[in-house]
């Protein structure tokens, strides 16, 4: 059940945090202080995610590490983005790459999500039968 919540909180917080990171690249939101409130609850809710996977039984603490190395990354890697490259025509490589680690930070919390799902849909059948 914890990895459902925090999959959907990762789900709508991705979402969002995509959404206004593309309003402050275009210019057209000032603040980027909101993005990163949302780009945090994305890497906590996959750190969440992380962890109860790997405590789930038949879950994966390979899969789970993963998921918490990578949070940390993106966490890293947002907070210290505006400084790396900061000439105007280049800085957009660094944002394409943010862009791109958050999108796989979401991506990997829904593969966990699917193949927690898939372990207790086969736990309940072997129960069953």
Avoid: C
Avoid at 11 to 23: D, E, N
Avoid at 24 to 29: A, E
Avoid at 82 to 92: D, E, K, R
Wanted: charged residues 5%; glycine residues 10%; aromatic residues 8%.
């Amino acid at each position: 059940m914890v990895i459902r919540i925090a999959d959907w909180v990762l789900r709508i917080s991705g979402i969002i945090a995509l959404v206004l990171g593309i309003l402050v690249w275009v210019n057209t939101l000032t603040s980027a202080d909101i993005h990163m409130l949302f780009g945090i609850l994305v890497t906590l809710s996959l750190l969440v995610i992380g962890i109860a996977f790997g405590l789930t039984k038949g879950g994966s603490w390979g899969l789970g590490g993963a998921a918490i190395v990578w949070a940390i990354i993106v966490f890293l890697f947002g907070l210290t983005q505006a400084n790396m490259l900061t000439a105007p025509n280049v800085h957009w490589i660094i944002q394409v790459i943010h862009l791109l680690f958050g999108l796989v930070a979401i991506g990997l919390g829904e593969m966990i999500n699917a193949r927690y799902r898939r372990v207790m849909a086969a736990q309940t059948q072997s129960v069953t039968q």
